[in-house]
């Protein structure tokens, strides 16, 4: 009988062997993917990757602590910006600058965590969404951030080597996503992912309890803002130039329906979701190079619309496709994974 008789075994990375050798073949294809891929694949992958450590990050804070927020692409601003100051302009190391990246935006978080002592629903969402949209505003009207033109990053050295190529960059962004993934769902087996849990179920039954909500209110909102403002960061060195204009509203919505579409209140379900919508993205901004589809849109275009505006049909689609998640799988893509391993493990009755 497999019963657990310590809280350590709950965060064992894996505790059997066929799942040790599973885990072993998917550190393999990582490794031996960017040898093997195009480069554009590979700059696939770094985006897919970034996109699932914000994930990670929003979905501590929605889906486990059950707290709106709209503003996250503000906290991805202050991850991507500060990272590349710290380099270019104090000359501080790339990890140092990345973690402190990723520290300034989890005190912006952890300040933006205290008014939601006394909001709660929409009235929070507002306020991030306020917060968001303000810091983007602010970024852009200040000389040190390169103002509306943005800044360009720094490359990035370890000593006499210089990451020069998105295979480079691959390894460091995978790293990174891997450790902090990790990290993230050993937190929700503690104490502290036990509050933040018990917070999203009924904050009063919590502090009856004793469970300090404005201690644990405030660290989901840092922690979360933590793994944003690293992937900002990551993000940052991805593209190689950076704008506020890139740090829109739109971008918080996707952060959200990253979360959604992916399960909330899962780390499966976060990976998931950020890295079948980046695909959805990626290729949906292409629309027009699609076989068949493509050339009927264009048609319909030119006939009936502007050809400038084929670009928005992509939005209208990846829209349909939210819809369609969450009124046919309200557990997103987490919840059709567990329909599926139970159809198989009681297949063929």
Do not use: C
């Not at 992958?45 to 602590?65: E, F, H, K, P």
């Not at 927020?69 to 302009?89: E, N, P, R």
């Not at 978080?109 to 939601?116: E, M, R, T, V």
Request: charged share 10%; hydrophobic share 55%; net charge positive.
């Amino acid at each position: 009988m497999d019963i657990k008789r310590d809280y350590y075994e709950d965060i064992q990375l894996l505790d059997s062997r066929v799942l040790w050798f599973w885990f072993l073949m998917l550190i393999a294809a990582l490794i031996t993917f960017p040898f093997l891929a195009p480069n554009y694949y590979i700059y696939m992958a770094n985006y897919m990757a970034i996109n699932v450590l914000v994930t990670v990050g929003l979905n501590m804070l929605v889906g486990y602590t059950g707290q709106i927020s709209l503003g996250h692409a503000g906290f991805f601003a202050i991850g991507a910006f500060t990272t590349v100051l710290l380099m270019g302009k104090l000359s501080f190391p790339f990890l140092i600058a990345l973690i402190g990246g990723g520290a300034i935006s989890a005190l912006f978080g952890f300040i933006l965590g205290i008014p939601a002592l006394r909001l709660v629903g929409p009235y929070l969402a507002i306020a991030t969404l306020g917060f968001g949209m303000a810091i983007t505003q602010l970024i852009g009207r200040w000389k040190l951030f390169g103002g509306r033109m943005g800044i360009q990053a720094p490359e990035i050295t370890f000593g006499p080597y210089t990451v020069s190529s998105d295979r480079d960059l691959y390894f460091i962004i995978i790293t990174i996503t891997f450790l902090l993934t990790w990290a993230a769902r050993n937190l929700m087996k503690t104490k502290v992912g036990r509050a933040f849990i018990a917070i999203r179920d009924s904050d009063i039954a919590a502090q009856t309890m004793g469970v300090n909500l404005t201690y644990y209110k405030t660290l989901a909102f840092a922690i979360s803002a933590f793994y944003t403002g690293i992937a900002g960061g990551l993000m940052a060195f991805m593209l190689g130039f950076i704008n506020p204009s890139s740090f829109n509203f739109i971008l918080s919505i996707y952060f959200l329906a990253f979360v959604i579409v992916g399960g909330v209140g899962t780390i499966f379900g976060s990976i998931m979701g950020g890295v079948v919508m980046t695909w959805l993205i990626l290729t949906l901004d292409k629309i027009q190079d699609l076989p068949y589809i493509g050339e009927l849109l264009m048609t319909v275009s030119e006939n009936w619309m502007s050809v400038t505006g084929i670009h928005n049909v992509a939005s209208i689609f990846l829209g349909l496709i939210i819809v369609l998640i969450v009124v046919f799988e309200p557990l997103g893509l987490y919840g059709f994974w567990i329909r599926t391993k139970i159809y198989w493990k009681t297949w063929p009755f």
